[in-house]
């Protein structure tokens, strides 16, 4: 199983947003011939303040983004995993991760459980709750014979979630993010690789990178794919492009077997 991962510089200008997220899927695709392509959080659409976030928001599935990337994934015959977008769905806004199989069928849909309420260091504020509500399940879904696990950006630092992904069998666990910079920099790369050795799965992290919000805030970037042992197996660069890496799915399964923990949980 190859990933390709896609890592963006999102902002306010959401058609051009989405013109560039098709621009790089096929650009991974056409390079690396992946199974599965991953997009960053808010790859269609990166603003500031709660009107500009729920303006962008669609529904499902009569959504433009939505018929967009479906069909994208049908043309390419790829998965492909759609970081993540707002949705509205009655008064309601999730920040969701879809998913569409090779023949273009929604096959997950995730909406982010721990929202970014936080004040950063710098000065900066984030309140993802005053514009997100919280989703409530536990998603994974199938690529071949690989079960994969979804989760968003601050849910990195919650491992119960990643616990109960691995409980539910996720070989794979896939984490669109717009990981802020200040954070990212120390954090970032340290929490994915414990949730990959955790989990022991094969763990794909996938960021914004660069400015946004007219230069006020900042994302980390260094999307990755992290092999069951916590080894760092692709990444990419600064800035705005893709990387690939393949998954042995065997690997996975022997170090399961080399040191079983799933088998010793006392709590």
């Known amino acids: ?18 013109a560039d ?23 269609a659409f990166l603003g500031e303040g709660r009107e500009a976030m729920q303006g962008s928001a669609e529904t499902f ?4 983004v939505y018929q967009r990337l479906s069909a994208l994934a049908r043309e390419l015959g790829v998965t492909l995993h759609a970081g993540s977008m707002v949705e509205q769905s009655g008064d309601s806004f999730f920040n969701t991760s879809l998913v569409f199989d090779p023949q273009g069928r ?43 696990g979804c989760a968003i950006c601050y849910d990195l630092r919650f491992p119960e979630l990643f ?32 949730r990959a050795i955790e989990t022991q799965t094969c763990f794909v992290a996938v960021g914004q990178t660069g400015a946004h919000a007219d230069g006020r805030k900042w994302c980390w970037g260094h999307s990755m794919v992290i092999d069951p042992w916590g080894h760092l197996v692709a990444q990419c660069p600064d800035g705005v492009g ?14 399961r077997r080399d040191v079983p923990v799933a088998q010793h949980h006392v709590l």
Not at 1 to 18: E, F, H, L, T, W
Not at 61 to 64: A, H, R, S
Not at 117 to 144: F, H, K, M, N
Not at 167 to 182: N, R, S, Y
């Open 1 to 18: 199983m190859k990933i390709g991962v896609v890592q963006m510089n999102s902002g306010s200008d959401k058609a051009k947003n989405v």
């Open 21 to 43: 997220a098709e621009r790089l899927v096929r650009c991974v695709v056409a390079q690396d011939k992946p199974d599965l392509v991953v997009l960053p959080e808010y790859f």
């Open 61 to 64: 599935p009569d959504g433009p």
């Open 106 to 148: 929604e096959i997950a849909k995730y909406r982010k459980m721990h929202l970014f309420d936080i004040d950063a260091p710098g000065g900066l504020a984030y309140r993802e709750s005053e514009i997100i509500s919280r989703g409530r399940q536990v998603v994974t879904y199938r690529v071949g014979r690989a079960s994969v």
């Open 163 to 194: 616990r109960a992904l691995r409980d539910q069998g996720a070989d794979v666990i896939v984490l669109p993010a717009a990981f802020t910079l200040m954070t990212g920099k120390d954090h970032w790369e340290v929490l994915a690789r414990a």
């Open 242 to 255: 893709t990387a690939s890496a393949r998954v042995d799915l065997d690997r996975v399964a022997a170090v």
